[in-house]
C-alpha cells in the first residue's frame, strides 16, 4: 500500500463507497484485494466513517462480481459524469 499516491488513495476509498463498483474492480485497477481494501479504508478514515461503511458494505450484492445479479452490468450510474 505504501507505493499508492494520495490520489489513488482518494479513489480507492470513492470506489470502495460506491453500491456498484466491485472489490474485483479495486483489485484490478489498483492490485487490492477486498480484505486489502477494508485495511485501507481502516487506516485512512475516521473510526466512525470506517464503521458506517463497513455496516452499509455488510451483505452488498453488489461489491462482489460473483454475488451480483446479472442485470448489473456496469460499475456506475448511467448519468454519473456526463458534461452538464
Request: charged share 30%.
Amino acid at each position: 500500500m505504501s507505493t499508492l499516491s494520495e490520489e489513488d488513495i482518494s479513489r480507492i476509498i470513492e470506489m470502495a463507497w460506491e453500491d456498484r463498483t466491485p472489490f474485483e474492480a479495486i483489485e484490478t485497477q489498483f492490485g487490492l484485494n477486498e480484505s486489502a481494501v477494508i485495511e485501507l479504508m481502516r487506516t485512512h478514515m475516521k473510526s466512525s466513517s470506517f464503521r458506517m461503511w463497513r455496516k452499509r458494505m455488510h451483505g452488498r450484492n453488489t461489491k462482489h462480481v460473483k454475488l451480483r445479479s446479472s442485470d448489473v452490468n456496469r460499475h456506475h450510474c448511467p448519468t454519473q459524469y456526463k458534461p452538464k
